[in-house]
């Protein structure tokens, strides 16, 4: 029987090993937590870290396995390259590029080479001279280890004091103890994905992502697609794509980009060679009519898929679900939004059980709720009715749904 190892359990990755399982594989999963949530749909788990290369090369040669892959997470890439590599298995990335698409200090350096519109930045290893490499910096500034899923150490600083701790926290969370700060840029922040097709970057889905205010993290708690996106800012995506696919040797494999745009011009944040993680893969199924994940699923097996090309452009919201502190034991009213169609789907990120501590990153999430709608003003209807009748009780019966995430987020305007 064909063997494939995957790497990382999360909701995202339950869809990958069904496609291995339909293509005849024994799924072995290895995931740091004795508990992921793709672990029941795996034949077998081993707990074991996503980073750490030679413990993933131990159960891939314990298992005799034919594949190692990962899907819609960054730096499990990085070590899935490294062990295909070393074993000498297929995969679409060589470690060099897929070092440089998911460690920010060789990605922006790329950046800067192919005038690829960026943040003004610094690559920081010591704290030493940081003040002095900043002097024509406007505040407030984004640090950022250059290596890190999740949006993990991602702070805004107003001020050098706040710089250093956020620079200290940003090494401590890095893999090579690096930081990346860089100016921030006002303005709307989509995310982009694209499938380079034969040197030609297909657009899949454009969506807006949702922020909260005034918070040093970015909690990011919705992502709404865009499909009144302006052909004008279509086609500088497209430029913008096609330079990065070339400045990084990519062809007929998916791309993943946060872009920031002011109004005038469209800066990249970063991107990776792979499909954007919080479940983005059943959004762009849903939108652009591809099955982004069947199509993966034949790259990484080495057959070069073709796109459909078609776009269905339907009007969503991705709405995330965090919780207080506390423990998740039971999810209320659920089904009956999605009997009512007010809820389309439904994503859970994080089994019951789980202990949650703050809502600062993605790794914070419990659920994705998507809805979908013919307006933006029902979409809005029907977020407000989701967080009205969904509960998370715990173990004391206590909801502890943070509603003022999504209040203070808002919904987007129409």
């Known amino acids: 029987m064909k063997k ?22 024994y799924v072995i999963l290895a995931d740091y937590y004795p508990h992921p949530v793709a672990k029941p749909v795996a034949d077998k788990h081993y707990q074991v870290s996503t980073l750490d290369i030679d413990k ?46 998911t460690n920010k200090e060789y990605m922006k350096q790329r950046f800067l080479e192919f005038s690829i519109p960026t943040a003004k930045h610094i690559i920081v290893d010591t704290l030493n001279s940081i003040q002095e490499r900043i002097i024509d910096f406007q505040y407030p500034l984004i640090v950022k280890p250059v290596d890190c899923n999740s949006s993990k150490g991602v702070l805004k600083v107003n001020k050098f004091g706040e710089l250093l701790r956020a620079v200290e926290n940003a090494k401590n969370l890095s893999r090579t103890q690096t930081a990346i700060v860089e100016e921030f840029i006002e303005g709307k922040e989509y995310t982009v994905d694209f499938w380079i097709e034969h040197g030609e970057p297909v657009l899949l889905m454009a969506s807006e992502i949702r922020k909260l205010q005034n918070r040093e993290t970015f909690t990011i708690n919705g992502c709404r697609t865009l499909p009144e996106l302006i052909e004008e800012k279509v086609e500088k995506l497209k430029e913008i794509a096609k330079k990065i696919s070339v400045a990084f040797a990519l062809d007929n494999m998916p791309m993943f980009m946060q872009v920031i745009d002011n109004g005038e011009d469209i800066y990249v944040l970063e ?16 939108y652009s009519g591809v099955p982004i994940m069947k199509i993966y699923v034949d790259r990484i097996l080495g057959i070069l898929p073709v796109l459909p090309h078609k776009l269905t452009r339907k009007n969503m919201l991705l709405s995330f679900v965090y919780c207080k502190a506390g423990v998740a034991k039971k999810i209320v009213g659920l089904q009956e939004l999605q009997d009512k169609g007010v809820v389309f789907e439904s994503y859970q990120y994080k089994p019951l059980g789980t202990r949650f501590i703050k809502a600062e990153n993605s790794g914070d999430r419990l659920l994705g709720v998507l809805l979908m709608a013919e307006s933006n003003e029902e979409i809005r ?34």
């Open 4 to 25: 494939a190892l995957v790497l990382a359990g999360g909701f995202d990755q339950i869809a990958l090993i069904e496609e291995l399982k339909i293509r005849g594989y």
């Open 56 to 101: 993933v090369i131990e159960v891939a040669r314990i298992e005799k396995v034919e594949l190692v892959t990962t899907a819609c997470t960054d730096q499990a890439l990085l070590t899935v390259a490294r062990v295909s590599e070393i074993l000498e298995l297929p995969f679409y990335l060589d470690f060099e590029t897929a070092r440089n698409v």
């Open 271 to 286: 991107f990776s060679a792979r499909m954007g993680g919080g479940t983005k893969y059943k959004m762009i199924e849903l």
């Open 381 to 414: 209807y029907k977020e407000k009715e989701t967080y009205e009748q969904l509960s998370v009780l715990d173990e004391n019966g206590y909801d502890i749904i943070l509603r003022e995430l999504n209040e203070e987020g808002g919904c987007y305007a129409g």
